[in-house]
């Protein structure tokens, strides 16, 4: 669950670089959004779907 938290947490970090004023990489962000957006998507869906893999050591 820390995992699935931690990507919202970056996908909104992400957002708000790409449409602040100063985005000079605006291109290189556009990329890095789209990458974060289908890990975030994926990370859902196995929160979703219960799946028991763990981000965490025994």
């Known amino acids: ?7 919202v ?3 909104t970090l992400l957002l708000l670089f790409i449409f602040s004023p100063f985005a000079v990489f ?4 556009l990329i890095l959004f789209f990458a974060a ?3 975030l ?9 219960g799946n ?3 981000d965490t050591a025994p």
């Open 41 to 49: 998507f994926v990370n859902i869906f196995q929160v979703m779907t």
């Open 1 to 7: 669950m820390n995992k699935t938290l931690v990507s």
């Open 9 to 11: 947490l970056v996908f």
């Open 26 to 29: 605006s291109g290189l962000l």
């Open 37 to 39: 957006l289908s890990s």
């Open 52 to 54: 028991k893999k763990t």
